[in-house]
């Protein structure tokens, strides 16, 4: 139970700790590009995904050292070994901020909208984890 309450204040410190500051901005910056601006949910959205993989990584890999067994067949061999298994997730963790960021250069909404579906999938996947490892 103690472990459900931490994970949300980490979640919560990560995001926070992402927003820009309000003293780095300068008047005498040039105009934005139309296009170029920078998504702050979708940025936070990013940061949030990041740290929804760590999640994961770390709730499979102590269910897996107790005894449970990883119900995905493309993660099974990798859940046994911690390293290789943060690797993996870090590559997807970066191909989806990668994939997200293109698709926002012309469909700014949709890429938001995807980056929340992952995340709340990640999220109910850190959850299941989460319960899995309480009993």
Known sequence: MRVCRRVPLLVLCVVVSALPA????????????PGTERSIALNLLHVSFATLEAVDVYTTVRGVRGGAVETNPLMRAAATHPVGMAALKAGVAVSSVV????????????AILLAAGLN???????VHNLNVNRR
Do not use: E, F, K
């Not at 309000?22 to 590009?33: C, G, H, I, L, R």
């Not at 994939?99 to 949709?110: E, K, N, P």
């Not at 709340?120 to 850190?126: G, L, M, R, V």
């Open 99 to 110: 994939l997200t960021r293109r698709m926002a250069r012309d469909h700014r909404v949709g």
């Open 22 to 33: 309000a003293a780095q901005d300068t008047p005498s910056s040039p105009p934005a590009q």
């Open 120 to 126: 709340s999938a990640y999220a109910a996947i850190a």
